[in-house]
């Protein structure tokens, strides 16, 4: 291994016993992300997987298709490997990491004997942080070795952060294998720090800084080290006061994030003087700073967003984002003019090339473009950028936003009591579902500060890091809002109108934060005073914006029963003060309660 790039030993050690295992036919470190990126890109187009596409529309940009077998996150397949299964918590699937350890060994095997492995040293969060992790990921993709160009800080600057000395990096394998689902496997190995995936291509399996690192293993890194690892994004608000605010907020699928993450202010807010700036899209990596606050950074340095439904219209800075150096994944192609096109984008040509490279027309009954097709590029060509996203330090938060998608029942807005009530509404997250495919349209799905699926660890040990980190004598936590877009009239028609409407919202949040603005204590939180919400040049009659706020206790029954069959299935690991909080809102919505099922002090609200 004297070619290589590092004079770490502990690196070194580990790739050698992983080419022993793998037996590349060639092996080829990344280290430069614009000059390895292109030749990535220039190779995938001369082995047909890559079709460029039109220059002068979309120039140096790339469509790709995937195996139909393997186009979303496999949660069947999705494994947390810690020694015991009690540690992965009910939300998690268990594997023994010893007997996983040798299941894999025995499929990577020679696996790679006829192909390239690239080397990918890569980092998460900004160069020169004190807070940046390093990982390697070893893979026979050439797909996934470009795309990490785009959404990590891929080669140098990742050896450089790491040292000769250090074996504080994440070690990742990935390999195509033979792309048999029914061996598909998404590994974690929480205590070593160790990610295994094998027969997927697709970014959230395969694309191994993603939410593999960035999330289900960083959350163990996190609950360890004392900070948070998150899905959410990050976005800074500027008022036309002077002052800036930068809030986090964690939604389920379905609900906006992407669109909050870009949102531009309605005309009047710009001529105004707000402006709304992006750090992040989809995850944030938060710590108590030495003034007590709590201060978030991207550890990502790209966006891999769906492409369906993004349009001019609902979200143009990402449409201006993606104009340029992007690879499209699972889109269709427009084959007269060579550019993608997805549901939602704008109107079809007549002849399009599907996802699966099928010659359709436009009025096909086929599916054209897949509903998870993806954009991958750099956060850097977002035209809405925040200057600070990639400050070593991060940026303060003021406030955090969850939000869920409700036809009734959940307000537009409210305030949380306090970091405990607000952790316990984050815990109580839900949205309905709105897809026959998904299971029952209007049925509540919970899904914890919408981190569900990339919890590394027991959800109730989760539940109990949010409380001991808010719960620090020395910390100053942001206030905690629960958001709802999604809330219908009887006929079924959005009471809200959405998108860049909703930094009126935020400017409610923003005007309580700096308390110039008095709340409604109400039982699920504090609510605006109808004065306070700026509805001006609005279409809403006033009757819809009073149903905005309508909190009626007898739709509440079902969810209530919900929240304690998640918390139930916690067992003994569900905190105390999780169950006191469900337990209040029972009491405050009016439902008989047989008391808390556990003694907690009461707490002094805001």
């Known amino acids: 291994m004297g070619s290589e790039p590092t004079s770490n030993k502990v690196l070194s050690a580990w790739i050698s016993e992983s080419l022993s295992l793998l037996k590349p036919r060639a092996t080829k470190w990344i280290l430069d992300p614009d000059k390895d990126y292109a030749a990535l890109c220039k190779l995938l187009v001369e082995t047909g997987e890559f079709t460029k596409l039109n220059e002068s529309e ?63 040293p890569y980092l998460m969060g900004p160069a020169g942080s004190a807070f940046s992790k390093v990982g390697f990921e070893l893979t026979d993709s050439a797909y996934v070795a470009a795309s990490m160009c785009l959404m990590t800080r891929v080669g140098k600057v990742a050896l450089d952060h790491l040292g000769d000395d250090s074996s504080d990096f994440v070690r990742g394998i990935h390999s195509t294998g033979s792309m048999d689902p029914g061996s598909r496997y998404i590994c974690h190995f929480p205590e070593t720090r160790e990610i295994v995936s094998v027969n997927s291509n697709y970014g959230g399996n395969a694309l191994q800084g993603k939410k593999c690192f960035a999330l289900r293993i960083a959350s163990c890194q996190a609950r360890d080290e004392g900070w948070l690892a998150e899905h959410m994004l990050i976005v800074g608000v500027t008022t036309p006061w002077k002052t800036k605010h930068y809030i986090c ?15 531009v202010p309605p005309p009047a807010y710009r001529e105004a003087g707000w402006k709304v700036e992006t750090v ?44 340029k150096n992007t690879i499209f994944t699972n889109t269709a192609l427009d084959p007269e003019r060579d550019i993608p096109w997805w549901d939602g984008k704008c109107e079809g040509p007549k002849r399009l090339f599907s996802w699966k490279n099928v010659d359709c027309n436009a009025e096909s009954d086929k599916v054209l473009s897949h509903p998870n097709a993806r954009f991958t ?7 809405s950028i925040d200057p600070h996203w990639e400050s070593p330090e991060g940026v303060p938060i003021s406030a955090i936003i969850f939000g869920g998608r409700r036809s009734s029942a959940a307000p537009l807005i409210y305030e949380s009591f306090s970091w405990r009530h607000g952790t316990f509404v984050g815990a109580t997250l839900c949205s309905e579902l709105t897809a026959a495919a998904e299971g029952q349209v209007g049925k509540l799905r919970r899904d914890p500060m919408a981190m569900k699926p990339f919890i590394g660890y027991h959800l109730g040990d989760y539940f109990g890091h949010w409380l001991k980190v808010g719960g620090s004598p020395r910390a100053h ?30 400017e409610w949040m923003i005007r309580r934060v700096e308390n110039s603005v008095k709340a409604l204590e109400a039982p699920l939180g504090m609510l605006p005073y109808l004065t306070d919400l700026n509805a001006l040049g609005l279409d809403i009659e006033a009757k819809s914006i009073l149903a905005l706020f309508k909190i009626d206790p007898a739709e509440w029954g079902d969810d209530l029963a919900s929240q304690g ?8 690991r569900c905190p105390p003060a999780i169950w006191y909080e469900h337990e209040q809102l029972k009491k405050r919505l009016g439902f008989n309660t047989v008391g808390s099922r556990h003694a907690v002090p009461k707490e002094k609200r805001y």
């Open 58 to 120: 979309y120039p140096n940009s790339f469509w790709y298709t995937s195996d139909p077998l393997d186009v979303a996150r496999v949660e069947d397949r999705t494994f947390i490997c810690c020694k015991a299964k009690d540690d992965a918590g009910p939300t998690n699937n268990w594997l023994d990491p010893v007997k996983a350890k040798r299941q894999l060994n025995e499929i990577l095997a020679e696996v790679m004997v006829d192909r390239t492995l690239y080397v990918v």
């Open 249 to 263: 907020a964690a939604f389920p699928s379905a609900c906006g994030k992407t669109n909050l993450a870009m949102l």
């Open 280 to 323: 992040a899209d989809d995850i944030a990596w938060l710590r108590i700073g030495k003034d007590g606050r709590l201060w978030a950074t991207n550890p990502e340095a790209g966006f891999f967003g769906v492409a369906a439904g993004t349009s001019q219209k609902t979200n143009p800075n990402a449409i201006a984002t993606i104009s």
């Open 377 to 383: 590029v750099r956060a850097s060509q977002c035209p």
């Open 477 to 506: 936590m942001p206030r905690i809002f629960h958001v709802n877009w999604f809330r219908k009239d009887g006929q079924g028609k959005f009471l809200w109108p959405g998108f860049g409407e909703n930094l009126r919202v935020i």
């Open 565 to 572: 069959e998640l918390l139930r299935s916690l067992g003994d």
